[in-house]
């Protein structure tokens, strides 16, 4: 007989990030399923699912409320870096664990939280090694206001001085805002290379509808010759973007083939979180922490994904780092490198081998 093992999912079925928050609840679900129909798994997962609406005050009371009336330690969940801080102290105090599927600004690592999708070495740095010489390294940066833009824009800031580059801009707009006007008069002033964007859900999609429409009028702004490029955008919100993304860059550890097994990297990323749970609480089911962190010391895991790696010092994945372009709804591949290990903290970044001893062109 399985043994029972509850587990917690806490992710938004509303707000501004849906999409995204959709397609990791579904990666997550689709991976419980399979492994309870897996007659060979000797566990079976039950789901103890907490809604918090888009509400970053609710994801700590809610984690708290699956610690506290179900025999769940593990919790998959949380979109922003806003709610995976929030839930951080609860988890420290339950002595629980939380699967974070989403790529995320780095400069984090806490026992109690495994980063399953890319830190800022396996997304941003290789993004912006590939823009600077083909496009030119001066940059404007947008983002939501809040954890993501800001510290992906401070790194960002860092890369561009490395690549030889300027800053020309930057400018955040809060959660949720589509109002997207004042920074599209910016960048036709300062007119830069690329545009980072940081932004999230429908402010990002607003973005890029009315930057489609800047295009049409002034061809310095198509995406051939000043792409948006995006650490966060994947074929998940590609409906909701339509044509208006056609062109334009991302970098994920996932872009969906044709036919694909999974619809994005959010949805791969939290199927995987899954399976290496699965994994090491079918010979342990009561692993906590410390168990966790052993065994991520002594194996690698098997997952729909390939062969993973998590790193027992700062429970980040190894990851592929792949550079897509949107094409007609989907991502055709630019670039590809498998297994990059993670360095979260940048501590082994090198400019001169990312960007190359000489000052990289900069397009006026």
């Given at each position: 007989?399985?043994?029972?093992?509850?587990?917690?999912?806490?992710?938004?079925?509303?707000?501004?990030?849906?999409?995204?928050?959709?397609?990791?609840?579904?990666?997550?679900?689709?991976?419980?399923?399979?492994?309870?129909?897996?007659?060979?798994?000797?566990?079976?997962?039950?789901?103890?699912?907490?809604?918090?609406?888009?509400?970053?005050?609710?994801?700590?009371t809610?984690?708290?409320?699956?610690?506290?009336?179900?025999?769940?330690?593990?919790?998959?969940?949380?979109?922003?870096?806003?709610?995976?801080?929030?839930?951080?102290?609860?988890?420290?105090?339950?002595?629980?664990?939380?699967?974070y599927?989403?790529?995320?600004?780095?400069?984090?690592?806490?026992?109690?939280?495994?980063?399953?999708?890319?830190?800022?070495?396996?997304?941003?740095?290789?993004?912006?090694?590939?823009v600077?010489?083909?496009f030119?390294?001066?940059?404007?940066?947008?983002?939501s206001?809040?954890?993501?833009?800001?510290?992906?824009?401070?790194?960002?800031?860092?890369?561009?001085?490395?690549?030889?580059?300027?800053?020309?801009?930057?400018?955040?707009?809060?959660?949720g805002?589509?109002?997207?006007?004042?920074?599209?008069?910016?960048?036709?002033?300062?007119?830069?290379?690329?545009?980072l964007?940081?932004?999230?859900?429908?402010?990002?999609?607003?973005?890029?509808?009315?930057?489609?429409?800047?295009?049409?009028?002034?061809?310095a702004?198509?995406?051939?010759?000043?792409?948006?490029?995006?650490?966060?955008l994947?074929?998940?919100?590609?409906?909701a973007?339509?044509?208006?993304?056609?062109?334009?860059?991302?970098?994920?550890?996932?872009?969906?083939?044709?036919?694909a097994?999974?619809?994005?990297?959010f949805?791969?990323?939290a199927?995987?979180?899954?399976?290496?749970?699965?994994?090491?609480?079918?010979?342990?089911?009561?692993?906590?922490?410390?168990?966790?962190?052993k065994?991520?010391?002594?194996?690698r895991?098997?997952?729909?994904?390939?062969?993973?790696?998590?790193?027992?010092?700062?429970?980040?994945?190894?990851?592929?780092?792949?550079?897509?372009?949107?094409?007609?709804?989907?991502?055709?591949?630019?670039?590809?490198?498998?297994?990059?290990?993670?360095?979260?903290y940048?501590?082994?970044?090198?400019?001169?081998?990312?960007?190359?001893?000489?000052?990289?062109?900069?397009?006026?």
């Amino acid at each position: 007989m399985k043994r029972r093992i509850e587990i917690g999912i806490l992710y938004s079925r509303s707000g501004s990030y849906q999409l995204v928050s959709d397609a990791c609840r579904l990666g997550a679900m689709r991976a419980i399923a399979d492994i309870n129909a897996d007659r060979a798994q000797g566990i079976e997962l039950v789901p103890v699912e907490r809604d918090p609406q888009s509400n970053a005050d609710r994801y700590a009371t809610l984690c708290e409320d699956i610690f506290r009336t179900s025999s769940a330690r593990h919790v998959i969940g949380c979109i922003t870096s806003w709610s995976r801080k929030e839930t951080i102290p609860v988890l420290e105090k339950a002595g629980g664990m939380l699967w974070y599927a989403c790529p995320y600004e780095g400069f984090e690592a806490n026992e109690h939280v495994v980063y399953m999708h890319a830190c800022p070495n396996q997304h941003l740095v290789p993004l912006m090694a590939h823009v600077a010489p083909h496009f030119g390294a001066n940059g404007f940066l947008l983002g939501s206001n809040y954890i993501w833009g800001w510290e992906t824009n401070r790194v960002a800031r860092d890369l561009i001085a490395d690549a030889g580059g300027k800053v020309l801009g930057e400018r955040y707009l809060r959660i949720g805002e589509t109002d997207v006007s004042r920074l599209i008069d910016e960048i036709r002033v300062t007119r830069p290379n690329f545009i980072l964007n940081n932004l999230i859900g429908t402010s990002s999609y607003a973005f890029l509808a009315a930057y489609r429409d800047l295009g049409r009028e002034d061809a310095a702004f198509k995406p051939d010759t000043c792409p948006v490029i995006s650490c966060n955008l994947t074929e998940g919100e590609l409906p909701a973007i339509g044509e208006t993304g056609n062109g334009h860059l991302s970098a994920g550890p996932y872009f969906a083939p044709r036919p694909a097994a999974f619809a994005s990297s959010f949805e791969a990323s939290a199927y995987a979180s899954v399976q290496v749970m699965a994994d090491v609480l079918s010979g342990d089911p009561d692993a906590g922490p410390a168990a966790f962190s052993k065994a991520f010391a002594e194996r690698r895991f098997s997952t729909r994904l390939g062969p993973i790696a998590i790193d027992p010092h700062t429970q980040h994945a190894t990851l592929p780092v792949i550079i897509g372009r949107i094409a007609d709804g989907f991502f055709e591949v630019v670039s590809r490198e498998e297994e990059v290990a993670p360095d979260p903290y940048l501590s082994r970044y090198d400019p001169a081998k990312v960007f190359g001893r000489r000052r990289l062109r900069v397009v006026s």
